[in-house]
């Protein structure tokens, strides 16, 4: 095996002296699709927050390319290549769809770059190639989490940490999005994915890790959790 690209040893983390996070240690080797899946609350943005220093881990350790991020800035982590599309989608709403995805690649200076990147995403996402002079606010919510994903791709991220993009999306823009995730993955990105639609996020994934109120419960395979029975019952209500 080779080094992991993320390690997350032991970590916890508390809000207001409150303790959420208590010791969870998951790791994603390069190339690999990881899933972390639970209920409302498991405790799962915290995880993908501590990550981005965000929110602090008081205890445990975290390391990116062999490299311990947990007492590094957020600008710091970003600079090593991990990028987090957070829940909230916080784009820029008055700016256009292409200044939005511009503004992703900030930390970029080589212009070709910068171009050649514009484009994968137009080519992954044609939705946005066609609405790339619209101003964000005027985007349905399902071209809004393109707009944030595509965002995160602009920068070149060595891991793309994805949390429920699929939330609140049609079905129709749901199975776009996957199909975008899913080529990713075939492109060789590594990929965090939190998700609460826990058989198309297994489904996709090489490993999964199921979390409940702040503690990793199950972990192995997409394939061999979804043949879990307990994970069974309490997802996909079989
Ligand atoms: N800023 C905060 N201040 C205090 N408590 C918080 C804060 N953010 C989250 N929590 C609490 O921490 C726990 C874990 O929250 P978290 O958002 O990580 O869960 P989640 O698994 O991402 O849930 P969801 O599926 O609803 O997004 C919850 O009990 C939540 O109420
Ligand atoms: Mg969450």
Redesign the pocket.
């Given at each position: 095996m080779p080094e992991p690209l993320l390690q997350v040893k032991a970590i916890k983390v508390r809000?207001?002296g409150?303790p959420?996070i208590h010791g969870v240690s998951l790791e994603v080797y390069p190339g690999e699709t990881v899933c972390v899946v639970?209920?409302?609350?498991?405790?799962?943005?915290?995880?993908l927050r501590a990550v981005m220093a965000a929110q602090r881990a008081f205890e445990g350790e975290i390391r990116f390319g062999g490299v311990a991020i947990h007492d590094k800035r957020t600008e710091a982590i970003v600079r090593l290549g991990v990028v987090y599309v957070p829940?909230e989608k916080m784009l820029f709403r008055p700016l256009s769809v292409e200044e939005n995805l511009l503004l992703g690649a900030y930390c970029l200076e080589d212009r070709q770059r910068i171009a050649e990147n514009l484009e994968f995403v137009f080519t992954l996402f044609p939705r946005l190639r066609e609405r790339r002079r619209q101003a964000a606010s005027t985007l349905s919510g399902g071209e809004q989490q393109m707009v944030a994903v595509g965002r995160g791709l602009m920068s070149n991220p060595r891991i793309l940490m994805l949390d429920?993009p699929s939330l609140g999306l049609s079905p129709l823009l749901v199975d776009e999005l996957f199909d975008a995730i899913v080529k990713l993955k075939k492109e060789g990105l590594t990929i965090l994915l939190?998700e609460?639609n826990v058989r198309e996020s297994l489904e996709m994934s090489d490993r999964g890790y199921v979390?409940q109120t702040?503690k990793v419960v199950q972990e192995g395979s997409g394939a061999e959790l979804l043949q879990d029975d307990s994970v069974r019952k309490a997802f996909l209500g079989l």
């Open positions: 809000y207001s409150l959420v639970g209920s409302n609350g498991a405790g799962k943005s915290t995880i829940e429920e939190v609460q979390l702040g």
